[in-house]
Nanobody
Framework: QFKFVESGGGSVQPGGSLRLSCAAS????????IGWFRQAPGKEREIVSC????????YYAHSVKDRFIISRDNAKNTAHLQGYNLQPEDTAVYYC????????????????WGQGTQISVSS
């Protein structure tokens, strides 16, 4: 059974940093395209970053480029999203997801999703 467990969200002041984690079970994470998405109140879900299987291609949304880093820890079967210089507009629920059949980044259909973790940025 494919499963994700997310952790690492919280509240920070503008300019702060947080690292989100997404622990996978039931499959080997390195063999699948992974993505991080976020949804702010009253807004549609948007992609933040993605990375294809075996780390072939990496994508960042323009709004987070040069501030966020997506990575995989294959030894722990865990994906991470590191955010630096967080701003109030980064406030959202963040979700990790995996494409089981596809290998598209950006784009593609994501089949399995984490439960979401909240990042709140305010002074």
């Amino acid at each position: 059974q494919f499963k994700f467990v997310e952790s690492g969200g919280g509240s920070v002041q503008p300019g702060g940093s947080l690292r989100l984690s997404c622990a996978a079970s039931g499959f080997i994470l390195s063999g699948y395209t992974i993505g991080w998405f976020r949804q702010a109140p009253g807004k549609e879900r948007e992609i933040v970053s993605c990375k294809t299987r075996h780390d072939g291609t990496t994508y960042y949304a323009h709004s987070v480029k040069d501030r966020f880093i997506i990575s995989r820890d294959n030894a722990k079967n865990t994906a991470h999203l590191q955010g630096y210089n967080l701003q109030p507009e980064d406030t959202a629920v963040y979700y990790c997801a995996a494409q089981i059949a596809g290998d598209y980044c950006p784009g593609g259909e994501y089949d399995y999703w984490g439960q979401g973790t909240q990042i709140s940025v305010s002074s």
